[in-house]
């Protein structure tokens, strides 16, 4: 059963990676004035996904034992943030998202108060 129930998952997630990748394929081709076909939406997805497929498996079991090791039943940023250390691209893109990320939300509470 746990097969099946990890079948679902991989489907569910391969499912909003093609959603995903979809739309920025979309928000891409109306600035650049172009087409992209279907086609091309579920190659591209087919491609990031075998790009990705093993390192995800790997980094779901490594984010589980972060978090667990930790005492925590969620998965935290930093547990991401330790994860991402592999990736050097990956770890300055996330850094730089949470960065911006905490400076406006302090700027988005402070306009609040």
Do not use: C
């Not at 499912?15 to 279907?38: C, M, R």
């Not at 893109?93 to 108060?113: P, Q, S």
């Amino acid at each position: 059963m746990a097969a099946t129930e990890d079948e679902a998952l991989q489907e569910r997630l391969k499912s909003a990676l093609w959603y995903s990748i979809g739309k920025i394929v979309d928000e891409e081709t109306l600035k650049l004035g172009v087409n992209a076909t279907p086609q091309f939406i579920g190659a591209l997805t087919e491609m990031v996904w075998a790009q990705i497929g093993t390192p995800v498996r790997q980094g779901d079991q490594d984010l589980e034992s972060f978090t667990k090791h930790a005492g925590r039943k969620t998965v935290a940023v930093d547990d991401v943030m330790l994860l991402s250390r592999r990736n050097e691209g990956l770890e300055t893109v996330l850094k730089t998202f949470l960065d911006d990320y905490l400076v406006f939300g302090k700027k988005k509470t402070a306009a609040k108060k």
